[in-house]
């Protein structure tokens, strides 16, 4: 009897670690795995600085779209906030490298702004958080458009592109070393904190689980509610400046990045309902993606096929983790 | 990024306006005669290529001569890319140049409008404000009735794009896209080692001036047994590039030359490159600025093929001399459509110029450089 106890005992132990792991991470590395048999350059510590820097902005994104999704909403205008910030990054700088620390200062205000607006309307004046921020994702866009006269025009200076670009040279083991991998760290930690270590992050959880229970027990669920927005916000700031810093002044880079945020929380394991999410998830929901669209780039697929695709594979995804949830209870 | 959306309509509606006017973007017969023009040698003043043609004929302006000075109306397609505004402000300039024969200069901007332009075109028409109409066409097909009305009143310049009527006293053009597309593969076929990738780089599909680019260019790869292993669209988007080119290297291991239908975003692509930690490839750019002195400072492979801005000035000197009653070149001005090659480089390099001054402007004698054009 004893024998069998102890040997049930590690072994039930192991499976529930083995539940815990975020299934992102293991379609991750499957995903992975497979892009290294295909272009085996992607496993060598080069390849996957690259590949970290490629993933980092969508994972920012998705780490600040974490917080308004586990309260219960949506946040629909980051995209938009991407595209307005590399505009804005372009006309405020003018090609004056001088002017890049007022102007990335200027951006977060401009952010914040917007995500306190998100964030009131949907707040006090009670506008379901997906209508209200798909209006502010118009006007943030026509804004943009208005801005820089509708075609791309100057440049980033350089220092205001170091974030998504500079890279380190011939760093010992891992030879290459994006700065971009700093911020992602910096700007995943930060949320990590907020959201599992902070008395706020546990409100954001109890306002995204039952928002009237939470007020009864004293949350304010509307500062509860702008703050998430505010976060989304900045996080989009923040990707904007490292993807116009990668790719250089463009009018639409961020479309559709707000739902390949959302995308990569819901792999992660985040519901779409609230009161549920961790900030693992969405990071390694946002590496999840960027490999499959690696993946599907490298299979040369045709475009139709390749969207078909990361349709169908994103669904089986979501339906996996679904599953899982269930059986684990 | 001299051509955008409104001339994807262009080409369908020329598509819709019967077999007559059905245009093929891979006609032989423009081919050889892009191929010819580029053969010929340029008649005119060498240091004005403004001025100068390709076997052109004069046709006499007498009906036209009237006592200056003269009232020049210019109904523009728009100034909405960095082209056309180095072109518009060329022209700006060399207006100041004639100003004692010019007494008024009046512009209406289409902003890529075609129903706008028609309309800006009859309103001068009737306004009778001008001795002479110049007009930059913002598409084909749909602006010949107006410039055909126009014909009717006064003597009309068109330049750029052209429209699908013989009736203007002059239609003055560089070679054109088949040209472009002649020179810029001709030069990566003599580079390239063999069995060598070449990528090729499209701003996006349908419009007349960028497909013969490409299918001039494309004619002559597959010609040559080039391995084009891919022709993608851009949207002339800088980061759209340099994604494209960066997942075109991490597939093939490496691209040894890439072909570019305009050179907007020459150096996203070039960034790529440094950022994969990739040798340079063999490209062909356009006369920008930002791309010049990358290929200066990196010492590319490259050439620049250029659709000249100096165009712009060519219709305000052919203006004053019609209404002068002097013989211009016509019905058809051919301008020549020069290169930059390496020897030449250190010419247009001008690092006081902003990033999209297109160095083959033909300015720096006109008043106001480099300041009037952004420069330093």
């Not at chain 2, 996203?268 to 400072?297: C, M, N, R, S, V």
């Not at chain 2, 093929?305 to 211009?328: C, D, M, N, S």
Request: aromatic share 8%.
């Amino acid at each position: 009897m004893t024998i069998a106890l102890k040997e049930i005992g590690p072994r039930s132990r192991a499976v529930a670690a083995v539940r815990r792991i975020n299934v992102a991470v293991v379609v991750f590395l499957a995903f992975y795995l497979a892009i290294g048999l295909l272009q085996p350059a992607y496993l060598e510590p080069a390849g996957v600085m690259n590949f970290l820097r490629r993933a980092a902005p969508l994972a920012i994104l998705a780490s600040g779209q974490l917080f308004v999704l586990v309260s219960g909403g949506f946040d629909l205008s980051v995209g938009s906030l991407v595209t307005l910030t590399v505009i804005g990054g372009s006309m405020l700088t003018a090609n004056d490298p001088s002017k890049t620390w007022w102007a990335i200062g200027a951006l977060y205000g401009i952010g914040l702004v917007v995500g306190l607006i998100n964030g009131a309307v949907v707040a006090y004046l009670r506008t379901p958080s997906i209508i209200a921020t798909l209006g502010t994702l118009l006007s943030v866009n026509g804004a943009a458009m208005m801005w820089s006269g509708g075609s791309p025009r100057g440049y980033l200076p350089d220092n205001f592109r170091m974030f998504g670009r500079f890279v380190f040279h011939d760093v010992p083991v891992i030879k290459i070393f994006p700065v971009a991998i700093v911020v992602l760290a910096a700007v995943a930690g930060l949320a990590w904190w907020g959201l599992h270590a902070t008395v706020f992050g546990r409100r954001v959880f109890a306002v995204g689980d039952n928002a009237r229970a939470a007020q009864l027990a004293g949350v304010r669920v509307e500062f509860v509610r702008l703050c998430v927005f505010a976060i989304s916000a900045l996080s989009a700031v923040t990707a904007g400046v490292m993807l116009g810093g990668f790719g250089g002044v463009s009018v639409d880079v961020g479309r559709g990045l707000e739902l390949q945020a959302i995308a990569a929380c819901v792999v992660g394991g985040v519901q779409l309902m609230g009161g549920r999410g961790a900030l693992v998830g969405a990071v390694a929901g946002a590496l999840t993606l960027t490999a499959l669209f690696t993946l599907l780039t490298l299979l040369g697929w045709p475009q139709p096929l390749k969207e078909t695709a990361q349709g169908l594979i994103l669904i089986a995804a979501v339906a996996f983790g679904a599953w899982r949830r269930r059986r684990g209870g | 990024m001299k051509i955008i959306a409104p001339l994807v309509m262009s080409a369908a509606m020329a598509g819709l306006a019967g077999g007559a006017l059905a245009q093929s973007f891979d006609d032989p017969k423009e081919f050889q005669a892009a191929k010819d023009l580029l053969a010929m040698t340029p008649q005119g003043p060498a240091d004005k290529p403004w001025l100068q043609h390709l076997d052109g004929k004069e046709v006499d302006t007498s009906q036209y001569k009237k006592p200056g000075p003269y009232r020049i109306c210019f109904s523009n397609a728009g100034v909405d890319n960095p082209w056309r505004v180095v072109g518009w402000t060329t022209m700006q300039a060399q207006v100041d140049v004639l100003k004692s024969d010019i007494q008024s200069f009046t512009v209406a901007d289409a902003q890529g409008k075609d129903d706008k332009q028609i309309s800006d075109i009859n309103a001068f028409v009737s306004s009778g404000n001008c001795d002479a109409l110049i007009v930059s066409p913002n598409t084909t097909a749909a602006l010949t009735p107006a410039v055909e009305a126009a014909c009717k009143r006064l003597p009309v310049v068109v330049f750029d794009r052209g429209v699908l009527t013989q009736c203007p006293v002059t239609f003055i053009n560089p070679v054109g896209g088949y040209g472009w597309g002649i020179q810029t593969a001709n030069f990566i076929v003599s580079k390239l080692p063999k069995g060598g990738k070449v990528l090729a780089l499209r701003i996006l599909p349908g419009v007349d001036v960028l497909e013969t680019r490409w299918s001039a260019a494309n004619r002559i790869f597959k010609e040559n047994g080039v391995n084009v292993v891919g022709a993608e669209f851009t949207n002339g988007d800088n980061a759209k590039t340099k994604a494209i080119v960066d997942d075109y290297i991490n597939r093939f291991g490496n691209i040894d030359a890439v072909w570019m239908d305009a050179g907007a975003t020459a150096v996203a692509a070039l960034e790529a490159f440094e950022d994969a930690g990739k040798p340079y490839p063999i490209i062909t750019g356009e006369d920008q600025e930002d791309f010049l002195k990358k290929w200066k400072e990196k010492g590319l492979t490259a050439m620049a093929p250029t659709y000249p801005t100096y165009q712009w000035r060519t219709p305000v000197i052919a203006a004053v001399e019609i209404l002068k009653g002097e013989p211009v070149i016509g019905p058809a001005w051919k301008l020549p459509q020069p290169v930059i090659m390496q020897t030449d480089l250190d010419k247009y390099v001008d690092n006081s110029m902003p990033p999209l001054h297109y160095a083959m402007c033909g300015c720096k004698d006109l008043p106001g450089y480099p300041q009037r054009w952004g420069g330093k």
